[in-house]
């Protein structure tokens, strides 16, 4: 999703990009519209490919389009893209940058699916061709960057760009308007992002203000451990779990905070979207995190696995409405470092040094 956030930027700076994939799935449609409005030239395949057959077609469509257009630079997300189109680019010896937004070795290590040899063996093979096969290399944060030189190469460090178009344009409703306060939290139902201790700190924070409400989206695999945690501290009438839903953008208009308590997080694209609408972000205190969180500006911090921590600064900044007032308006400016536009100039920086290369 970085990636096609980066190409509604692009053309601004004078980039013409070209983006491959298979046919959008609805709920990304009305994106792949902005993206033509944009400027940029889509190769969609003619259907939805699953498993391998994905591989083989995107390996030789990037090799048809990379000749056909004259392409002289591809731009890689993802381990196993990186390795597929990059294999392909290095053939027709063309420039890559690899934009790394997770190191999956790690992934593998926090997730709760348990992978196959061959699948392990896969992905960490593809990992290790990709990195080698790049130009450049980009970590998607500080943090990121710094992970990576453990791996034997020098990245560069761009932050990841959001839909800020779309964020930056929802309204929040007023607080005065609202029966209870609504606590939000985006992220996949998966024990890397923490959403335990958000349960466990939702029960200190009801016991302190029963009105209190927490809506957690995202869907995944954690879905049935979390509702049984939810039963087992009697939060049935305060804790919701939603599968995701397009409805993003009505639930954080109608939230109070924004709260993402992951345990490993490269960038954390919901905290930045968060905070384009005006939302202020509690966040554990980890990977690029970090550097979108400035503690007592946009929003606090507290240490990963730590719910007392949490709750004590849900508590202390639902208690203190002129803090988050002054929050909101340094939120959606902090956030402005996100835009399309903003990180594609840095990027344009990064394929002419490339290309010069």
Same mark, same amino acid.
């Given at each position: 999703m970085a990636l096609i956030h980066l190409m509604l930027g692009l053309p601004r700076v004078g980039v013409k990009p070209i983006l491959l994939a298979t046919p959008p799935k609805p709920s990304y449609r009305s994106l792949f519209k902005r993206l033509r409005e944009k400027g940029v030239k889509l190769i969609l395949s003619r259907r939805r490919f699953g498993g391998a057959l994905f591989w083989i077609w995107l390996f030789f469509a990037a090799l048809k389009s990379i000749r056909d257009l004259r392409?002289? !630079?591809?731009?890689?997300?993802?381990?196993?893209?990186?390795?597929?189109?990059?294999?392909?680019?290095? +053939?027709?010896?063309?420039?890559?940058?690899?934009?790394?937004?997770?190191? %999956?070795? /790690?992934?593998?290590?926090?997730? %709760?699916?348990?992978?196959?040899? !061959?699948?392990?063996?896969? !992905?960490?093979?593809?990992?290790? /061709?990709?990195?080698?096969?790049?130009?450049?290399?980009?970590?998607?944060?500080?943090?990121?960057?710094?992970? /990576?030189?453990?791996?034997?190469?020098? %990245?560069?460090?761009?932050?990841?760009?959001?839909?800020?178009?779309?964020?930056?344009?929802?309204?929040?409703?007023?607080?005065?308007?609202?029966?209870?306060?609504?606590?939000?939290?985006?992220?996949?139902?998966?024990?890397?992002?923490g959403l335990d201790t958000l349960i466990r700190a939702a029960a200190k924070v009801v016991e302190e203000n029963p009105k209190v409400k927490f809506i957690l989206v995202g869907g995944g695999s954690m879905k049935?451990? /979390?509702?049984?945690?939810?039963?087992?501290?009697? !939060?049935?009438?305060?804790?919701? +779990?939603?599968?995701?839903t397009s409805e993003v953008d009505r639930i954080l208009s109608e939230a109070s905070l924004m709260v993402l308590p992951s345990l490993y997080e490269p960038f954390g694209m919901a905290a930045a979207e968060a905070l384009a609408t005006g939302l202020p972000v509690i966040a554990s205190k980890t990977g690029g995190l970090k550097e979108i969180i400035s503690e007592g500006v946009n929003g606090m911090l507290f240490q990963p696995g730590s719910w007392r921590e949490l709750a004590e600064k849900i508590i202390s900044l639902l208690r203190n409405s002129e803090m988050r007032g002054k929050m909101v308006e340094a939120a959606r400016r902090s956030a402005k470092r996100f835009s399309p536009e903003h990180i594609a100039s840095h990027y344009v920086q990064v394929y002419l040094s490339a290309l010069k290369e």
């Open positions: 392409i002289n !630079l591809v731009h890689c997300h993802g381990t196993k893209e990186a390795a597929v189109i990059g294999l392909a680019a290095k +053939l027709l010896r063309r420039k890559i940058v690899y934009t790394v937004e997770g190191d %999956p070795i /790690l992934e593998m290590a926090y997730s %709760p699916k348990r992978y196959s040899t !061959l699948e392990r063996i896969v !992905l960490t093979s593809c990992w290790r /061709l990709g990195l080698r096969l790049a130009d450049i290399v980009v970590g998607c944060s500080r943090w990121m960057a710094e992970h /990576l030189r453990k791996y034997d190469v020098k %990245p560069r460090f761009i932050h990841n760009a959001i839909d800020y178009e779309r964020f930056s344009t929802i309204r929040m409703r007023s607080e005065k308007l609202r029966d209870e306060i609504l606590i939000a939290s985006i992220a996949r139902f998966e024990k890397v992002k049935s451990e /979390l509702q049984d945690l939810v039963r087992s501290l009697c !939060l049935e009438e305060n804790v919701k +779990l939603l599968d995701y």
